[in-house]
């Protein structure tokens, strides 16, 4: 485990946009098929599927797509993300590194800004990669945006207090790529409900609050 380690540092001080593309390409994969996994296991319990039916067949062409994702985006934009966000605090803020006031406004930051827009990427870019056209991307947009940043506005907040506290930028991808890995599931996993009655809860409320707001006008 200790040479992996080393191994992974030494190609990350040689190589460490290919290195974060390459491992967030794999975790993402590996993430879909767990959600894949999730999905069936679920629908065996719910549906009472027939004993033909219960054997897993991993969609391939979904992880190649998810990976795709890890490889185009998630790596990259995540790497040169993490790089000049902690640059632009320290530098532009003048924020003490590692201070409260330099790791919660990391937080907002990440939370605010790059949070959405890897939501907003990711069900777009697997709508598109499905073969949806714009419309059925919105309504997907509509049905799944919503509940997932819900529910991870919940959880990376406090993943990513511990990841700009104590750990050190060239690896916070890393660590971000590790909880990606249940991510990455959780995400394919929304993704694959398509209409499920827990989502209406979330759309159901914030339906009330647009429906509130145009009463007020």
Not at 108 to 117: H, L, N, V
Not at 158 to 167: G, K, L, S, T
Not at 176 to 182: A, D, S
Request: net charge positive.
């Amino acid at each position: 485990m200790l040479k992996l380690w080393k191994w992974y540092q030494n190609c990350l001080a040689v190589n460490p946009v290919k290195t974060q593309v390459i491992s967030s390409g794999f975790l993402w994969g590996t993430g879909d098929i767990a959600a894949q996994c999730i999905t069936h296991s679920t629908s065996k319990k719910h549906l009472q599927l027939a004993d033909t039916d219960e054997e897993l067949k991993i969609n391939w062409k979904r992880v190649a797509i998810t990976s795709m994702f890890g490889f185009g985006f998630v790596g990259p934009v995540g790497h040169f993300w993490y790089e000049n966000l902690d640059k632009f605090i320290r530098l532009r803020l003048q924020l003490p590194a590692k201070s409260a006031r330099f790791v919660a406004t990391k937080v907002a930051m990440d939370s605010i800004i790059f949070g959405p827009f890897d939501l907003f990427a990711f069900f777009t870019y697997m709508g598109f990669a499905a073969g949806k056209n714009a419309a059925q991307v919105k309504e997907s947009l509509k049905r799944d945006f919503i509940p997932a940043l819900i529910l991870e506005g919940g959880i990376w907040p406090i993943v990513q207090v511990a990841n700009f506290r104590y750990v050190p930028v060239r690896n916070q991808l890393l660590y971000v790529n590790i909880f990606c890995l249940l991510d990455s599931a959780f995400l394919s996993w929304v993704e694959q409900q398509q209409d499920a009655p827990w989502k209406q809860w979330f759309n159901f409320f914030h339906s009330l609050e647009n429906r509130g707001g145009k009463d007020d006008l």
